[in-house]
């Protein structure tokens, strides 16, 4: 195992640029601001670089950050430095970022760092000989009505026990999709016997991802069959339906779990050999339209569906 070195990491890039999605997402970010105000984009730039470079920031991106806002390269480390949300250091491919304040203490969260020993071999600010997993104690993250709780890359899982996170880190080892929330199916922060008050909640409407992700260019959804606006340029090739009336399993794809798959429908994306035709431009478009943050580069999508495509192919030939 090794551990996140407080001063960056030893390896670095020569220079950093932002490009693709990345890139036009900056500029929007530090269009927000009037003239002379930029130096105010810093965070959502370090954040984006983070993404970008695959989890962490390196120190070309802090030095182009500073060029591009203005500012001495000090104060953006300053703000590289003050947010736990910012990696200076690799991590792995799962962040588990354990929160060891006071509500999630009283309610167990020593067993899940017990866990995640017993899982993965690592404790706080130490990161797993495989690559897999990063283990951080950060201050509270604001779920503490469902303690303990831990922060997975960008998302939360709540109601922690040693075997619920024990088995969630087992899953996370074989390639399986992050499940989010209560992990003993509390609804929200309702009691954990069940709601006392306003029991009678209505449902919410049914996910229906071709409105949720066919998106115009403010990024407000719209509905399906509406004709796509100018900024939807590098949309890939979209089918009305999967060929023959059967799409491939998507979710075969790693790092594709069902919703993705579902929302991959919804933009009219059924089968492997349409992922593997995307271009740079179009699988930026992708990753924008489903906010993905970059998972199909990271995964490499691309590869894996020309793989799994000239798989199905030579078994529909044998």
């Not at 899940?112 to 017993?118: H, L, P």
């Not at 740079?280 to 990271?298: H, I, M, S, T």
Request: proline share 7%; net charge negative; glycine share 12%.
């Amino acid at each position: 195992m090794s551990g996140l070195a407080a001063g960056g990491a030893v390896e670095q890039p020569d220079s950093f640029a932002f490009d693709g999605e990345y890139g036009r997402a900056a500029d929007k970010a530090v269009d927000r601001y009037p003239e002379g105000r930029q130096a105010s984009a810093v965070l959502p730039l370090l954040d984006l670089a983070q993404r970008q470079h695959g989890g962490w920031v390196p120190q070309a991106a802090i030095e182009h950050i500073a060029g591009r806002l203005g500012m001495a390269k000090i104060r953006v480390m300053e703000v590289a430095t003050f947010y736990t949300m910012i990696n200076l250091a690799p991590v792995g491919r799962y962040h588990l970022q354990v929160c060891g304040t006071t509500p999630c203490m009283l309610r167990g969260i020593g067993e899940v760092f017990r866990a995640i020993r017993d899982e993965t071999g690592i404790g706080p600010g130490e990161t797993s000989e495989d690559g897999l997993f990063t283990c951080t104690e950060v201050e509270c993250l604001g779920a503490c009505v469902n303690a303990p709780m831990v922060q997975v890359n960008d998302d939360f899982v709540e109601d922690l026990t040693y075997e619920n996170f024990s088995g969630l880190l087992r899953t996370l080892k074989n390639g399986g999709e992050l499940p989010t929330g209560s992990l003993v199916g509390r609804h929200s922060s309702e009691p954990e016997d069940g709601a006392r008050t306003l029991i009678d909640v209505p449902a919410p409407p049914p996910f229906d991802p071709a409105v949720v992700y066919r998106l115009n260019g403010a990024g407000a959804p719209v509905a399906a069959g509406s004709p796509a606006p100018a900024e939807n340029e590098g949309r890939p090739a979209a089918l009305d339906g999967p060929r023959g009336g059967n799409a491939d399993a998507l979710a075969r794809i790693r790092g594709l779990g069902p919703k993705i798959e579902s929302a991959l429908h919804g933009i009219g994306i059924y089968h492997f050999d349409q992922i593997a035709a995307w271009t740079p431009e179009e699988k930026d478009w992708v990753n924008g339209a489903l906010k993905l943050g970059g998972r199909a580069d990271r995964d490499d999508w691309v590869a894996q569906a020309a793989a799994l495509a000239n798989a199905e192919a030579g078994e529909g030939t044998a």
